[in-house]
């Protein structure tokens, strides 16, 4: 069973800043593209950051700006830097490993850690 560790989440005010990490297996981290989703009450999951290949980043339109992504291969381990945060921003949010194979896509999933902005 992959695990994706997930933390750094919290309660924050509205214009604070939170850090969230996720640490996956070596070969899951190298060889998948790495990302964060979120998921907020009554809502469907959503993409917040994602590598896409080439050293490349996509973002939510809604985020852009405000966070960012980044990654320290020597230690498997994903980042989400959230600046200047909204209530809007109150979700679960997920690391995510993905891969696409001839046979179909292989998608991982870490357990979530909460993040909630008060207004």
């Known amino acids: 069973q992959v695990q994706l560790v997930e933390s750094g989440g919290g309660l924050v005010q509205a214009g604070g800043s939170l850090r969230l990490s996720c640490t996956a297996p070596?070969?899951?981290?190298?060889?998948?593209?790495m990302g964060w989703y979120r998921q907020a009450p009554g809502k469907q999951r959503e993409l917040v950051a994602a590598f896409t290949g080439g050293g490349r980043t996509n973002y939510a339109e809604s985020v852009k700006g405000r966070f960012t992504i980044s990654r320290d291969n020597a230690k498997n381990t994903m980042y989400l830097q959230m600046d200047s945060l909204k209530p809007e921003d109150t979700a679960i949010y997920y690391c995510n490993a993905k891969a696409t194979t001839p046979f179909g896509t292989n998608d991982y999933w870490g357990q979530g850690t909460q993040v909630t902005v008060s207004s």
């Open positions: 070596g070969s899951i981290f190298k060889l998948y593209t």
